[in-house]
């Protein structure tokens, strides 16, 4: 199947730094790529869509000068969590929509812990 | 598009059995859903999917039904496996082309 891949996998950072977590398509060009965040037994909350080229759409209660997102190739979809603080420490994962057709894949998620 | 965050329901049932997710999803002008099962501390996987002109799509001992008069999915998986335990989401591609999860179901197999 289809690879998406996330890095940093594991990330610990101190507070008020800022801290960048890239996903890459490896095998297949996405025009659209989603990031997620996940608190621990719970399921997926959408935090914004990103489509190359263009401005991200952030769900509301999502604060978009906090998590500034890039997708700057059809390959690439970058989330950076600015001015970190502790309650910013979750799981964070990203998934890539095929160029054409519905099927998504998701990365392996990246642990972020801000102390 | 967001999902809800809920503690999840847990499904035990043991090795070898049959086991059976359902999931209620929302949108009645969803088209396309998707299986996806997430082991502990890593991305969703993804298992099956099913576009909403059928009814039934079967995979490698994994089945999903849908039936759209209710708007429920189910995803069966024959001769379950302690592999199997994972937790389970169902997805929603709804006519905005937004992927929204269900809540989720652990499943955990007994030895």
């Known amino acids: 199947g289809a690879v998406v891949s996330q890095h940093p996998s594991r990330v610990i950072c101190k507070s008020g730094t800022s801290v960048k977590i890239e996903c890459r398509s490896l095998?297949?060009?996405?025009?659209?790529m989603f990031w997620y965040r996940q608190f621990p037994k719970q399921s997926l909350m959408l935090m914004a869509t990103s489509n190359e080229g263009s401005k991200a759409t952030y769900e509301q209660g999502v604060e978009k000068d906090k998590f500034l997102i890039n997708h700057a190739s059809l390959t690439l979809s970058t989330l950076t969590v600015t001015s970190a603080h502790p309650e910013d420490s979750s799981f964070y994962i990203c998934s890539a929509r095929f160029i054409s057709g519905n099927t998504i894949y998701f990365g392996e998620g990246s642990w972020l812990t801000v102390v | 598009g967001e999902s809800v965050g809920l503690h999840l329901p847990t499904l035990s049932v043991q090795e070898g059995d049959n086991s059976i997710i359902n999931c209620a999803y929302s949108?009645?002008?969803?088209?396309?859903f998707i299986w996806y099962k997430q082991e502990s501390g890593k991305g969703p996987q993804f298992i099956i999917d099913?576009?909403?002109?059928?009814d039934k799509r079967q995979g490698q001992r994994v089945t999903v039904l849908l039936n759209k008069t209710v708007k429920h999915l189910s995803l069966q998986i024959a001769a379950t496996q302690p592999g199997d335990s994972a937790v389970y989401f169902c997805a929603e591609n709804n006519a905005g082309n937004m992927l929204t999860f269900g809540g989720g179901t652990r499943l955990m197999v007994k030895p």
């Open positions: 099913i576009r909403s002109n059928m």
């Open positions: 095998d297949f060009q996405a025009t659209t």
């Open positions: 949108n009645s002008a969803s088209d396309y």
